[in-house]
């Protein structure tokens, strides 16, 4: 089993910029890909960002060039650096890691992002 605890969500104004932070613990041997999702009220949960167990990353189009993810192998942590904010990044932000060898994702709880305008 994996646990994945996110920390860093809050209120922040248009333009601002936000650090969220997820520390996986328990059988990490056994993730690679690790990544953010979000999802809005009344929307799907989608692929914000994804970091591979090297330095391979994927980002969604609406963030590219705002957003930053980064992993610390050695701290088992991921990281979503959140740039120039927009109304339209809130959401919740979920955590995930992938377990090739259980076929499936592990989730975190979530953490709540709010853009003011």
């Known amino acids: 089993q994996v646990q994945l605890v996110e920390s860093g969500g809050g209120l922040v104004q248009a333009g601002g910029s936000l650090k969220l932070s997820c520390a996986a613990s328990?059988?990490?041997?056994?993730?690679?890909?690790m990544g953010w999702y979000r999802q809005a009220p009344g929307k799907q949960r989608e692929l914000v960002a994804q970091?591979?167990?090297?330095?391979?990353?994927n980002y969604a189009d609406s963030v590219k060039g705002r957003f930053t993810i980064s992993r610390d192998n050695a701290k088992n942590t991921v990281y979503l650096q959140m740039s120039s904010l927009k109304p339209e990044d809130t959401a919740v932000y979920y955590c995930?890691?992938?377990?090739?060898?259980?076929?499936?994702?592990?989730w975190g709880q979530g953490t709540q992002v709010t853009v003011s305008s």
């Open positions: 995930a890691a992938r377990s090739p060898r259980e076929y499936r994702w592990y």
């Open positions: 328990g059988s990490i041997f056994m993730i690679n890909t």
């Open positions: 970091i591979n167990s090297g330095v391979n990353t």
